[in-house]
């Protein structure tokens, strides 16, 4: 991004995070850290089948077990108003409404919550989850994507119909062409910090959530809905989140089941998933297939781009991705098309990893782009630059900015590539194989809503507050920088408030949109801020001359902690 976006002095010194030494000398609290009066512990039971129901389960052990105070499954469970309104299919996006946990007998795929124990310690209630039997009438299932291209459907979402520009196929005809298929298996994104969630109700209808997150509001949104509550009785809390990758971005049945199991006890609850429920109940990047069809002119000029993928989603909930959107518009191809369809399958619901399904497509369309460079013997980069798009050709508007051309000299320039040997296998290091790579890749630009609260203090310090969760990038260093130098403050004097849905609202942390809107919103801010400011230098005898009620905000300087005319 530009420097210049955020008005970024250039010549400004790199700091130190302003939360790394909480976090490095044990400060930070994370979700499962907040000490609570009277608290209890959840553990999950999952399921040991991928399809079929429960027809017996057997909780009379556990609930004898020492220290226990319930076990909450599908024949006692608390209802939530929310299940019965349902999500709307046509969005085809995922927000918290799949899997109502604890709402039936129906499993849907293994590992899936079928009952939570709730005891006075970890330890009584892991034990204690240990003894629940469940019997289950088992049906056939199916987890296999090679095995289920038949049952390939498109998508509701109308953003993912199938693509057309030019000719479709038309790389069948050109004079050189390639075709090729990659598969990207299923990964995990099991960030060092388990999800966990402490869960504090005051009375029915009032609750307190300390979540791991990445969207303070979205999860409040979802505790809302879900319980049908007023935005002033849900507070979420995530100050500190240890990595999310996108796991943390929608609310899981894991935290309906900590809400249901803290109103049944009566007391305030603490859940933390084992690292091997991190494998199922929080998703994971889909296993996707992808089919290239490329084609060009001889002196490697593209006729024709074929891009069908085919990815996988749960048999409750239809998540979907922009897989093959990349194809459209990064290069200047006349003839394009592209088809996206998903399967559903006996697993839990995927979602978006960092980085998503563009980045998905990106492999599969520059590994393509690779083959042909070789089918050409033309250099990779130089296939690129004959391809290069001026304009975007989807939507065939001008790019605000690119500079891609740049990026291909710089890091050509930086790792050698002209000094490389083209041809496969005929480098190496110490004994080893190496080879030189390079890629291009596409992600959206976006700017949500957000909201900040600054105040300037009387001892020249100044506090900024949005409802922004951190769960890794460094949001509120950035913001700290941005309103710095918008502001003309030291960064020791400023302080950045976030992580707790009762600040004004903030955008979720992700889709690398985060500093972006929040850091639009800080440089707003800070100008109003100054606006104010002039307003009462005016009258302040320092600057009493003849033209100061004509004193406008670019005729100051605000620099140090210190307001000075610019003359």
Known sequence: M?????????????????????KVTGGAKYAAEYQIPNITYGVIVASTIAKGSITGLD????????????????????????????????????????????????????????????????ERATYAASLVKAQYQKEPFQTDVQANIKNAAKPKAEWLADYKRGQAGAYKTAPVKIEAEYVLPIEVHNPMELHAITVVWDGDDKVTVYDKTQGVKSTQESIMKAFKLPEQNVQV????????????????????????????????????????????????????????????????????????????????EEFTEGTVNISR??????????????????????????????????????????????????????????????????QNRPFSSKFLKEAYQMGAERIGWANRNPAPRSMQE?????????????????RWNASVKVRLLADGSLVMQSAVSDSGPGTATAMTQIAANAF????????????????????????????????????????????????????????????????????????????????
């Open 488 to 567: 003309g403050l030291p960064t020791g004097k400023i302080t950045f408030e976030l992580g707790n849905s009762s600040l004004p609202p903030g955008p979720t942390q992700g889709g690398s949109g985060t500093t972006s809107t929040l850091g639009s919103a800080v440089q707003e801010a800070c100008v109003a801020l100054k606006q104010k400011l002039v307003e009462l230098a005016k009258e302040n005898s320092v600057f009493h001359t003849e033209n100061i009620h004509t004193v406008k905000p670019e005729d100051l300087i605000f620099e140090d902690g210190h307001i000075v005319l610019a003359s």
């Open 59 to 122: 909780t009379k052990n556990a609930e004898k077990a020492p220290g226990v105070l319930a076990v909450i499954s599908h024949l006692n469970s608390p209802k939530v108003p929310g299940y019965d309104e349902g999500a709307d299919p046509s969005k085809g996006r995922t927000k918290g409404e799949g899997l109502k946990v604890f709402n039936s007998n129906k499993i849907y795929f293994n590992g899936q919550p079928i009952a939570l124990v709730i005891a006075d310690t970890f």
């Open 237 to 316: 809390i995530a100050k500190f989140v240890g990595g999310g990758f996108g796991s943390a971005l929608r609310t899981w049945p894991h935290e309906i089941a900590a809400l249901l199991g803290a109103k049944k006890v009566g007391r305030p609850l603490k859940l933390v998933l084992t690292r091997e429920q991190m494998f199922t109940m929080v998703g994971y990047r889909p296993y996707t297939i992808q089919k290239l069809g490329l084609g060009a002119t001889q002196d490697g000029k593209l006729v024709g781009i074929t891009h069908i993928a085919t990815s996988q989603t749960s048999s409750y």
């Open 2 to 22: 530009d420097n210049n976006f955020f008005n970024i002095d250039k010549r400004t010194e790199p700091i130190d995070r302003v939360d790394g030494r909480m």
């Open 329 to 394: 518009m990064l290069y200047a191809c006349p003839n394009v098309d592209t088809q996206y369809k998903i399967i559903p399958l006996n697993l839990s619901t995927p979602t978006w990893m960092r980085g998503p399904g563009e980045a998905t497509g990106a492999y599969a369309l520059e590994s393509a782009m690779d083959e042909l460079a070789y089918a050409l013997k033309l250099d990779p980069i130089e296939l690129r630059l004959r391809n290069y798009a001026e304009t975007d050709p989807e």
């Open 430 to 446: 110490d004994g080893m194989l190496v080879g030189y790579g390079m890629g291009s890749g596409i992600f959206g630009a976006f």
